[in-house]
């Protein structure tokens, strides 16, 4: 399908894609980009989308050079945007559950069974709540310039069907290394336990944790269902926005040009991939389908007990997001 989003605050006025090569200086440079999963997944797909159509419209005079699986933090997606803040990484394709140690509000995306479909994620991110979100992050000298898409995230298991909170009860449930998930998978009485994505595999393949959370596309391309992943309930209980940002002082030196090259690359690789992840979704689905998975939907009361399970959780995150950006993106979920 066709996406359409909404430039946000600091894309107004631009006007496309740059159609011919820039006339930058005569010294070529090389800027890194991170990105926490390889080019297998529509994430790293978009890190490179983002290089290749740099290098081909400054005519190689510009380069972004891509480090995929969290190489340039050891492994510690939740210390990149510490990385890229201080200079150790130029720039990256980013997670705003990674990010959101650093910046608070990223959390809005995160607080549980508050977005309910991909026409409230693009009201958000393309109106006046998606605009203090940018705000919010070049205010920690970090230049946002698009957003991607990793996508709802689902829950998997290897004991059976989750159509209830009480089926959480005594989970251990693998979670990134934010306390908003801990609280979320508390309230549902499950037993959230963090680790890094790279200690998360085998922890599933010995059991050491009964389940996970992710999109679809990281449970189809990392074969989740093959370390004894075989029950899978969509509830959509919270969106993961990536986000192309380019360090401060690495935007400072650069020019003009070359920043208006970055930001229109970076929304049109933004928009590529977005569309690309949500158009793939139905197949993945049948795909995780085909190999055995039991796939279990909600209905929309199954779905309003979670809603009522999580309110505390929402509650107490709130104020901590910031009460006027939580207003701002209910009023764009309401009129979407």
Same mark, same amino acid.
């Given at each position: 399908?066709?996406? @359409? ?31 926490? *999963? ?38 510690? #997606? @939740?210390? &990149? ?14 997670? @705003?559950?990674?990010?959101? /140690? ?42 946002? *310039? =698009? ?44 037993? /959230? ?7 998360? #595999? ?30 899978? @309930? *969509? ?16 935007? #400072?030196?650069?020019?003009?040009? #070359?920043?208006? *090259? ?6 049109? =690789? ?52 910031? &009460? ?13």
């Amino acid at each position: 399908m066709m996406l @359409t989003r909404h430039m946000s605050y600091m894309t107004k006025g631009l006007t496309g894609a740059v159609l011919i090569p820039l006339a930058f200086s005569a010294q070529a440079r090389e800027l890194s980009v991170s990105t926490v *999963l390889s080019d297998a997944f529509p994430w790293g797909q978009a890190a490179e989308k983002w290089a290749e159509l740099v290098e081909e419209r400054s005519g190689g005079e510009l380069t972004l050079r891509v480090y995929p699986n969290s190489q340039l933090v050891s492994g510690d #997606q @939740t210390r &990149e945007f510490s990385a890229m803040r201080s200079g150790l990484i130029d720039a990256a394709v980013g997670s @705003t559950i990674n990010w959101s /140690p650093q910046v608070p509000e990223l959390n809005l995306f995160s607080l549980p069974f508050f977005i309910p479909d991909e026409t409230a994620v693009d009201a958000i991110t393309g109106g006046e709540a998606g605009a203090m979100v940018f705000e919010a992050i070049e205010s920690r000298g970090v230049i946002p *310039l =698009a957003w991607g898409e990793n996508g709802f995230r689902q829950v998997s298991n290897s004991r059976g069907a989750i159509t209830e909170p009480d089926d959480l009860d005594g989970l251990k449930i693998r979670v990134v290394g934010s306390p908003l998930f801990q609280d979320t998978f508390n309230a549902l009485g499950a037993d /959230p336990t963090q680790m890094s994505w790279t200690d998360a #595999q085998p922890a599933l393949t010995t059991g050491a944790v009964d389940g996970q959370e992710n999109p679809l596309s990281v449970f189809d391309v990392a074969r989740i269902d093959q370390v004894g992943q075989q029950h899978l @309930t *969509l509830w959509n209980y919270m969106n993961d926005p990536l986000i192309f940002a380019v360090n401060q002082q690495v935007w #400072q030196t650069l020019s003009e040009e #070359q920043q208006t *090259l970055l930001r229109e690359t970076a929304l049109e =690789a933004g928009e590529w991939e977005t569309a690309m992840t949500r158009e793939q979704e139905s197949e993945r689905l049948a795909a995780i389908q085909e190999r055995g998975v039991t796939v279990t939907e909600l209905t929309d009361e199954q779905y309003q007990t979670f809603v009522d399970a999580t309110q505390s959780v929402y509650e107490k995150w709130a104020p901590r997001i910031g &009460e006027s950006l939580v207003e701002a993106a209910q009023i764009a979920i309401d009129g979407r």
